[in-house]
């Protein structure tokens, strides 16, 4: 069993930056390509961004492209999603999630094995 979880949420100006972090444990980190998505109220749980296992290959989604970035430290067993140039429509919850021997190019929801409990993002206007 897989156990992640995701922390560094909060309230934020539109133009601000936050850097979530999602802390694994319980199988070997390198084995997992990670994503991050994120579910604003009454919408469907959307693909963000993916990193590869070993770090050099990330995929991110046009709606966060050149705002976000995903890295991972492996000694840490540790993915962050580091947010700049904030706006109001990124205010969702996000999650990480772990596919077992994936890769970056994985984007759909059921492409991933084990999910964090989400953290709360809110960007003000």
């Known amino acids: 069993q897989v156990q992640l979880v995701e922390s560094g949420g909060g309230l934020v100006q539109a133009g601000g930056s936050l850097r979530l972090s999602c802390a694994t444990s319980?199988?070997?980190?390198?084995?997992?390509?990670m994503g991050w998505f994120r579910q604003a109220p009454g919408k469907d749980r959307e693909f963000v961004g993916a990193?590869?296992?070993?770090?050099?290959?990330?995929r991110y989604a046009d709606s966060v492209k050149g705002r976000f970035t995903i890295s991972r430290d492996n000694a840490k067993n540790t993915v962050y999603l580091q947010m700049n140039s904030l706006k109001p429509e990124d205010t969702a919850v996000y999650y990480c999630?772990?596919?077992?021997?994936?890769?970056?190019?994985?984007?759909?929801?059921?492409?991933?094995?084990?999910w964090g409990q989400g953290t709360q993002v809110t960007v003000s206007s």
């Open positions: 990193i590869s296992r070993s770090g050099g290959v990330t």
């Open positions: 999630a772990a596919a077992v021997y994936g890769t970056s190019y994985m984007s759909k929801v059921n492409d991933y094995n084990y």
């Open positions: 319980g199988r070997t980190f390198s084995n997992y390509a």
